[in-house]
């Protein structure tokens, strides 16, 4: 499997039968989406910059809510959640996907705005990569963060949502996360590859570049 970092929230996953891409943007916003060609598109809420399926080509199947999905050999859980810390009352509800990909779980938490509660958690049972919004303002932070991954015990974490160069969006920069998870400089690639074979045994974080 092959993952992609686009921008924001939006991964481009390939796996061996399909391509999935998460919380596509429109364009303008300083990252470049490109020509993008998917089989399934997840959208973690109703917001452009986490919604804009219409530039992405090759008919791809729509999931955009809580639920049980099976599409082109990809199993994908849909999970209600909320995208402030008082239960959508500011910001309204977010989907985490839980997404099972050439024998991988794949978790996507979209603009997540609190820490996972016990049962959410239980309900996803194992991560194997979780993509995680670290920029704070509009979700979660750096310490939330950490403690959703003290939660999770994934294998890998891909940062996501964060103060860059090229966006537009006053947030938290990546640094603050991996200082509180004790690490220093950490060196980004431009895609990440993995299968169920060569995951870490403990958790490691990798770094994206746009």
């Known amino acids: 499997m092959d993952i992609n970092w686009l921008g924001y929230s939006c991964f481009r996953i390939r796996g061996n039968q399909a391509i999935v891409i998460t919380d596509p943007f429109p364009p303008g916003l300083g990252y470049t989406l490109g020509k993008q060609t ?29 639920g049980e999905y099976e ?4 199993l994908i859980l849909g999970i209600a959640a909320y995208h402030d ?9 977010n989907i985490v996907y839980l997404m099972e990909i050439d024998g991988v ?11 996972l509660s016990n049962e959410q958690a239980e309900e996803m049972g194992n991560v194997d990569v979780l993509m995680l919004p ?14 959703i991954i003290r939660k999770l015990e ?4 891909i940062p996501m949502h964060y103060q860059t160069p090229k966006t537009d969006r006053e947030l938290e920069p990546v640094e603050n996360f991996l200082k509180e998870m004790g ?28």
């Open 38 to 66: 998917a089989d399934i598109v997840t959208i973690s809420h109703q917001h452009p910059r986490h919604s804009y399926h219409q530039g992405i080509s090759g008919e791809p199947r729509l999931v955009k809510g809580p």
């Open 71 to 74: 599409i082109s050999g990809v």
């Open 85 to 93: 810390a008082v239960k959508g009352q500011s910001r309204g509800k």
């Open 105 to 115: 779980a794949v978790c996507h938490l979209g603009d997540i705005g609190h820490v």
């Open 134 to 147: 670290v920029g704070g303002v509009s979700t979660i932070n750096a310490a939330m963060g950490a403690e």
């Open 154 to 157: 994934p294998k890998v974490v």
């Open 183 to 210: 690490l220093g400089q950490v060196e980004s690639r431009p895609k990440f590859t993995v299968s169920k074979s060569n995951l870490p045994i403990s958790t490691q974080v990798i770094l994206l570049s746009a």
